[in-house]
């Protein structure tokens, strides 16, 4: 007599029921808000209007090494910003924390419009040249919209978002766990591809963090526990 197959926890049930939630509609959500984003992000970073202000270095930046395999972590960003929207359990829900995500861009943009910044130009070491994903990344994202980071200011506002839905859902400790690393290896790989210093990082996070902060107290915060019943 086979051996039933035991029944998949009760949290990775509701996961993948609010991933299928809506799934078309929040993918050509996400997928509409990078492409107004990154429209907006490019116009900002090719046509300064202000002088733009070369980041100084810091004790950190001369202590983390170039790694080129940080570029993993470094792309993975657009993977994780999307798991918030795709864990929205309303089109009510998924539409406010639009809102907030929203606001976090735009407040990165107005500085980059206000106060351009650039990393120094001879951050990045000669031999990125042998690894192509580096001659690609240079010439999509230039050295310009420095400070704040906001590749770090999203996966920050993401990391809060994607543990306080962990936690809604009954998730155990250890996808909490789990996202607190990939959130510093995100942070990390800023550095470690020389796409940002120290100081664009820490502000970067500051932005993340008072969105997230906002979002959470007056957002949609009050997302219930998925119940089976629901489900």
């Known amino acids: 007599m086979p051996t039933p197959t035991p029944p998949a926890p009760a949290w990775t049930t509701?996961?993948?029921?609010?991933?299928?939630?809506?799934?078309?509609?929040?993918?050509?959500?996400?997928?509409?808000?990078?492409?107004?984003?990154?429209?907006?992000?490019f116009h900002t970073l090719r046509e300064p209007v202000f002088r733009v202000f070369t980041m100084?270095?810091?004790?950190?930046?001369?202590?983390?090494?170039?790694?080129?395999?940080?570029l993993w972590a470094y792309v993975s960003l657009w993977l994780y910003v999307g798991l918030p929207p795709g864990l929205m359990p309303s089109l009510h829900a998924l539409l406010r924390y639009g809102i907030w995500a929203a606001g976090l861009c735009f407040s990165g943009l107005l500085i980059f419009?206000?106060?351009?910044?650039?990393?120094?130009?001879?951050?990045?070491?000669?031999?990125?040249?042998?690894?192509?994903g580096f001659a690609v990344l240079q010439g999509v994202d230039a050295a310009g919209n420095a400070c704040p980071s906001l590749h770090v200011a999203a996966a920050v506002f993401s990391a809060f978002w994607v543990a306080h839905l962990m936690r809604a859902i009954g998730a155990p400790a250890w996808t909490r766990v789990l996202n607190?690393?990939?959130?510093?290896?995100?942070?990390?790989s800023t550095l470690a591809t020389r796409q940002h210093v120290a100081l664009d990082a820490a502000a970067g996070a500051l932005?993340?963090?008072?969105?997230?902060?906002?979002?959470?107290?007056?957002?949609?915060?009050?997302?219930?526990?998925?119940?089976s019943q629901r489900l």
């Open 180 to 188: 607190g690393v990939w959130l510093l290896a995100i942070v990390w």
């Open 56 to 70: 100084p270095l810091t004790a950190l930046d001369r202590a983390v090494p170039f790694e080129p395999a940080a």
């Open 14 to 41: 509701r996961f993948t029921t609010l991933v299928r939630r809506h799934f078309l509609l929040k993918t050509a959500g996400i997928c509409l808000f990078m492409w107004v984003f990154f429209v907006l992000y």
């Open 207 to 227: 932005l993340g963090a008072a969105f997230a902060w906002g979002a959470l107290r007056w957002g949609p915060t009050r997302i219930e526990p998925v119940s």
């Open 113 to 132: 419009y206000f106060a351009p910044t650039a990393v120094p130009l001879r951050l990045l070491p000669a031999e990125a040249a042998l690894h192509p």
